[in-house]
């Protein structure tokens, strides 16, 4: 499968909010296929659609040698938090603590249109609502304390790959 080229902050596919799949079919399989092999030859722990330039409501991901994916997730977030490092393809060499819930149950389904459910809780949590922002049109960096989101913000802009297609 076709390793996909990573859109980079200031696409604005990233800040667009992306439509349901409504159709599960050949289409939708070598989607799922091309955001994986595209995450793990990154190598990232997550990917969405949006990503790769593909307005939709998919992720894949890669936890703990687990790899899966979520179609038109829906997230119950637990009210206890977490801190910890989060970075994203989208946004190269960037990193910050960023505040998340502990744990997540998302349901959605597979690529085939079955329910599917992932319960999880640190990095998957973090992974698991990570890529689900991404389909919101928000990026990690929206999740920040206003300093830190200002430092992120003078970080892309000296970053080598801002400002390319």
Not at 2 to 14: E, Q, Y
Not at 149 to 163: H, N, S, T, V
Request: charged content about 25%.
């Amino acid at each position: 499968m076709p390793v996909h080229t990573i859109r980079l902050f200031g696409d604005p596919v990233l800040r667009t909010p992306a439509a349901p799949v409504e159709t599960f079919d050949k289409e939708l399989r070598k989607l799922v296929a091309d955001l994986t092999d595209t995450m793990m030859g990154a190598p990232g722990v997550g990917l969405a659609a949006p990503q790769i330039g593909v307005s939709l409501r998919v992720f894949t991901y890669w936890v703990d040698d687990v790899v899966g994916h979520l179609i038109n997730p829906s997230l119950d977030l637990s009210e206890d938090l977490q801190d910890g490092e989060e970075g994203c393809l989208s946004l190269p060499g960037l990193s910050y603590d960023t505040r998340r819930a502990q744990r997540v149950v998302a349901t959605g389904m597979n690529m085939h249109g079955e329910p599917v459910v992932i319960e999880g809780s640190d990095l998957l949590a973090r992974c698991v609502q990570h890529e689900t922002d991404h389909l919101d049109g928000v990026l990690f960096i929206d999740r920040l304390d206003p300093v830190a989101c200002k430092a992120a913000m003078r970080e892309i802009r000296e970053a080598e790959w801002f400002g390319q297609p």
